[in-house]
């Protein structure tokens, strides 16, 4: 492939079976992790046909865009992007996405096989234009981001002003009006992303049951 410049089965998961979901995911000298990422995200498509994922390579070195251009499937497609800010390569992805709505999701994270589905069902319930989660670390990591990631991981879902960019999907009518993530930043671009959608009256929120698993500490 050449780059381009058991169930969680709610009611309105039913309801909502056309949704759309394009899985956005920008990578970097990722060979580490990518494969499990990729691989998770495709069981995850499996289990809910209408979405497709975008890698957005921002030129690594390592193999991983080798790797990504010998994935094959017709709902998966490359974009290279290299020597861009986060928030460009981001955008990249967004720019050539067909789905409803746009999930971003980190290349050292991997999802479960039933995310979607529960994605699906968590915007209808709750009718926000941006839902996501922190994420959750590796058993086997150091007891230093242990401690940092017990102090700050929430104790409920709930409203919030703004969403780890490791893990949030934003509907395609929201990420336009606020012009997306800024390309001009090199980091909080999420937060930033944020401050636009409350300065526009967009809910977010932070839904528990979302939760992946982050590889990279």
Not at 43 to 55: G, K, L, N
Not at 192 to 216: F, I, T
Request: proline content about 4%.
């Amino acid at each position: 492939m050449e780059p381009i410049d058991e169930q969680y089965l709610g009611e309105a998961t039913l309801k909502q079976s056309s949704l759309q979901v394009s899985i956005i995911v920008p990578t970097y000298n990722s060979r580490p992790f990518v494969e499990a990422a990729s691989e998770s995200i495709e069981e995850a498509m499996d289990r809910f046909p209408s979405s497709e994922v975008i890698y957005c390579d921002n030129g690594s070195n390592d193999g991983t865009l080798e790797y990504l251009a010998a994935l094959k499937g017709q709902r998966i497609r490359l974009v290279s992007r290299p020597e861009a800010t986060i928030g460009a390569v981001r955008n990249a992805g967004a720019r050539i996405a067909s789905g409803k709505y746009l999930l971003f999701i980190d290349s050292d994270c991997t999802i479960p096989d039933d995310y979607l589905i529960r994605l699906s069902d968590s915007l209808v319930r709750t009718g926000a234009a941006s839902i996501g989660c922190r994420v959750y670390l590796p058993r086997d990591a150091h007891w230093i981001p242990k401690v940092w990631h017990s102090m700050h991981f929430p104790a409920s879902s709930s409203n919030v002003k703004w969403l780890n960019s490791a893990n949030v999907c934003v509907s395609r009518e929201a990420f336009v009006a606020v012009g997306g993530f800024s390309e001009s930043i090199e980091t909080g671009e999420d937060a930033e992303l944020g401050l636009k959608l409350n300065a526009h009256g967009y809910r977010q929120y932070q839904d528990l049951s979302l939760a992946v698993l982050h590889h990279r500490n």
